[in-house]
């Protein structure tokens, strides 16, 4: 399978910014794909999308834009699903 | 380095590792690993994830049930953070580069995480500190019930860092395993300062959140003289702490000396240094200190922070335990000196008081709750047989309401003698001189008990009518007026008359400038906490009564508060120059 660069931004739509349970499903949804997967916000970086932690730790809050970067043979997929996944509004 | 500032409620400095005890208790004892042991160490953490993992998914099947999927989901989100890759790559790191144990790496791991979180300038976000705390705490306790008993013993002194402390958890701290203690609650008043205060130990309170910036083992200084609470000092802060606290060992040094001399001024009259204390921990202090007993023993810690009343047997044992350590001293007990809202057996509640300070308290209270009040006098009665227990009534107003209150004594003596239970049938009985009325009818009370107890603080407040809480008030507060110190020396002219002795056991007693003042109108006991004791020995070994006497008569004829406060300060500043300097 051809190697993939994705790059792909989106902007956190839930009021509570990006919060625990939302890094927690990215981080289940990271660890299905064989591609390397990097968050961007600001000038902070999750360079492991498969921890929740590192996640968390880009402090996205409502509205801010964060750029999905992913690298490999599902590139597409994965950040495609992620960013479903961070554009969404949880319900409380 | 980092600077926070607080209450400065006891004082002294101190310099050492940090012992963090968080709300649940869990406490990360030792910081380093034997060295080579880092893989046994990774090890043990990775047991302790599975665990802590497993306990969250069984709170999450269980939350789920109870209240619906998505409140359980939340934990199912704590159980994935537990299981975070990156966070066990990174407190597997520590262990194994800087051989720390696993509790002291996670605990630095979350606390930089959580840091960084707080610092993103988003309140929401910075919540969510407390899910990252959540997870260290289950991570902790996972970790720490692994090795509970090796914690049982701190291997070295160390500064306590926590919430907030209770008093009777203060009370209970060694002095020897720790230094110092700074909490993020707490103010000056609160019973926890005044308990640190009588053990000695340096303490800030009502520092706000720092908890979250410190891990167990950094180091740390606390002032409890300007109030402050350094984290990771900088070089150049820990010399200039060092110094301080050569200076003040120092000084303790000297105050140690003073402790076993007399209290006798320089023309050789005795003075009888009493302390103040408020749990039966503190009897200590009154032998270290120097004392020659306790002059006010407050018996309200009985009834604060529980539920029911405390027993005549808990009364008894708390008497004592002061008595044991201090056999052969004379110990005041003063019934019981609070409001309403403390006791759970005074089921009728009061009709909502506009004026508490001037309402039914202290002594009232207890005249109106009989039955409250038979179970303390039998149990100061049944301590009696066993020591020089004397016992002392507070905020009496009138002649009538002493007798009233003899007459209960009376009878629980009669009831006492029937049972066959032993008692020192000749107990001295003394009434705190507090309320005006009481101190203008000093003669005639002196008449019928066996001694006197000036309670200033309260005087201060009833005779100038102003509460020294209220900011707009608290001018008027003040010990240096005339009224104040004219009316103390009126009581003491009657405890003379009567020849019945008499104490002074409010905060006046503890600032030397007072005491001069009260050695001079002729007291011979006065009674402070007692670390203030061997400050007042001191000045008491500086001085002549004659000079003394001199000196609060020019007093007695002064015309305001602010002439005397600088007349006083003179005279001080010629006696001991560096009591001021402090």
């Not at chain 1, 990271?30 to 590192?54: K, T, W, Y």
């Not at chain 2, 996972?142 to 160390?158: A, H, M």
């Not at chain 2, 032998?287 to 604060?304: I, K, M, N």
């Amino acid at each position: 399978m051809p190697q993939q660069r994705v790059v792909r931004s989106v902007t956190i739509a839930d009021r509570q910014g990006l919060h625990v349970r939302q890094a927690v499903e990215c981080a289940r949804a990271a660890a299905r794909f064989q591609c390397q997967i990097i968050l961007v916000h600001g000038e902070r970086r999750a360079e492991n999308c498969r921890s929740p932690f590192d996640i968390l730790q880009l402090g996205a809050g409502y509205g801010a834009e964060v750029t999905i970067e992913a690298i490999g043979s599902d590139a597409q997929e994965a950040v495609e699903e992620i960013a479903t996944i961070l554009s969404r509004e949880f319900p409380n | 380095m980092e600077i926070k500032r607080g209450v400065a409620v006891s004082p002294g400095v101190a310099i050492g590792p940090a012992w963090v005890l968080d709300t649940e208790e869990v406490r990360i004892g030792e910081r380093f690993i034997a060295p080579g042991t880092y893989p046994e160490e990774i090890e043990r953490f990775d047991r302790a994830v599975r665990s802590a993992a497993g306990e969250a998914r069984q709170v999450q099947k269980t939350v789920s049930e109870r209240l619906g999927e998505q409140y359980g989901a939340i934990f199912g989100a704590h159980a994935a953070l537990i299981e975070d890759p990156s966070l066990r790559q990174e407190v597997a790191a520590q262990i194994r580069d800087q051989g720390f144990t696993a509790e002291y790496a996670l605990s630095r791991v979350i606390r930089r995480r959580a840091k960084l979180l707080a610092g993103l300038n988003d309140r929401i976000l910075a919540d969510r500190q407390s899910d990252l705390f959540d997870i260290e705490k289950r991570l902790l306790r996972q970790l720490v019930g692994q090795r509970q008993q090796q914690l049982q013993k701190l291997s070295q002194p160390t500064i306590l860092l926590a919430h907030d402390l209770t008093p009777s958890e203060t009370a209970q701290l060694d002095r020897r395993q720790v230094l110092a203690f700074a909490t993020e609650a707490g103010g000056r008043t609160s019973h926890t300062a005044i308990v640190a205060n009588a053990l000695g130990i340096p303490a800030v309170v009502g520092l706000g959140p720092f908890l979250t910036d410190v891990s167990g083992g950094d180091l740390v200084i606390v002032d409890g003289n300007r109030g402050v609470l350094i984290l990771d000092p900088d070089a150049e802060t820990l010399e200039h702490y060092r110094q301080a606290q050569q200076a003040q060992a120092g000084h303790e040094r000297e105050l140690v000396e003073l402790r076993d001399l007399p209290a006798v001024t320089r023309d050789g009259v005795r003075i009888f240094l009493l302390g103040n204390i408020e749990f039966p921990e503190e009897a200590a202090q009154i032998l270290e200190r120097g004392a020659d007993g306790v002059g006010l023993y407050r018996t309200e810690f009985l009834y604060l922070g529980r539920k029911e009343d405390p027993t005549e047997q808990e009364h008894f044992q708390a008497y004592l335990q002061v008595l044991r350590q201090l056999p052969s001293k004379p110990i005041v007990i003063r019934t019981l000196d609070i409001g309403a809202d403390k006791f759970s057996s005074v089921t009728e509640p009061l009709a909502q008081e506009r004026n508490p300070f001037l309402g039914v308290r202290s002594l009232r209270l207890c005249l109106h709750n009989k039955n409250l009040f038979r179970v303390q006098l039998r149990a100061i009665l049944r301590a009696s047989a066993y020591g020089d227990i004397r016992i002392m009534f507070p905020m009496v107003s009138t002649l009538a309401e002493l007798r009233e209150a003899k007459l209960l004594l009376y009878d629980v003596m009669e009831e006492l003698s029937e049972e066959q239970v032993p008692f020192n049938q000749r107990i001295p009985v003394g009434t705190m001189i507090e309320v005006p009325s009481a101190a203008l009818m000093a003669d005639q009370l002196a008449r019928e008990v066996d001694f006197f107890s000036i309670g200033t603080n309260d005087l201060i407040q009833y005779v100038l009518a102003a509460d020294r809480t209220n900011e707009n008030v608290a001018y008027l507060y003040n010990a240096s007026d005339p009224a104040v110190l004219r009316l103390i020396d009126q009581v003491v002219r009657a405890a003379e008359r009567a020849r019945i002795p008499v104490n002074v056991c409010g905060e006046m007693s503890a600032e030397p400038m007072y005491a001069y003042f009260l050695v001079g109108i002729g007291l011979r006991q006065l009674s402070a906490s007692p670390h203030a004791i061997p400050e007042i020995k001191r000045l008491v070994r500086s001085i002549t009564a004659e000079d003394a006497r001199r000196a609060a008569q020019a007093v007695l004829q002064m015309e305001t508060a602010q002439d005397i406060t600088s007349y006083l300060r003179d005279q001080l500043r010629r006696i001991l120059p560096e009591a001021l300097a402090v």
